[in-house]
Nanobody, 114 residues
Framework: QVQLVESGGGLVQPGGSLRLSCAASGFRFRGYTMSWYRQAPGNERELVAIIDGIDSTYYGDSVKGRFTISRDDANKKIYLQMNNLKSDDTAVYYC????????WGQGTQVTVSS
């Protein structure tokens, strides 16, 4: 079955960087749109970034210019490079595959704090 496993979260100071990874299995991966979402306590889940099958990308306004989404089709992974992190970026980050009704990973916690 489809499985998505996120990794790379942690505690980082404001202004720092983190790189999240999402490893996919159980489907072809190449050609599928993949995305990152995040959810902070008390907030709805929000879209962070999307990358489609031809590497076109889209970013939420709050992360434009700071975050970069990329994919490695050979290894069935996507990445989220996060730079100049702010306290407002603190959230659980989820990987999503646009397959069927959508498949989600379990999430990885990112905490930005001094």
């Amino acid at each position: 079955q489809v499985q998505l496993v996120e990794s790379g979260g942690g505690l980082v100071q404001p202004g720092g960087s983190l790189r999240l990874s999402c490893a996919a299995s159980g489907f072809r991966f190449r050609g599928y749109t993949m995305s990152w979402y995040r959810q902070a306590p008390g907030n709805e889940r929000e879209l962070v970034a999307i990358i489609d099958g031809i590497d076109s990308t889209y970013y939420g306004d709050s992360v434009k210019g700071r975050f970069t989404i990329s994919r490695d089709d050979a290894n069935k992974k996507i990445y989220l490079q996060m730079n100049n992190l702010k306290s407002d970026d603190t959230a659980v980050y989820y990987c999503k595959a646009s397959i069927g009704s959508g498949a989600w990973g379990q999430g990885t916690q990112v905490t930005v704090s001094s």
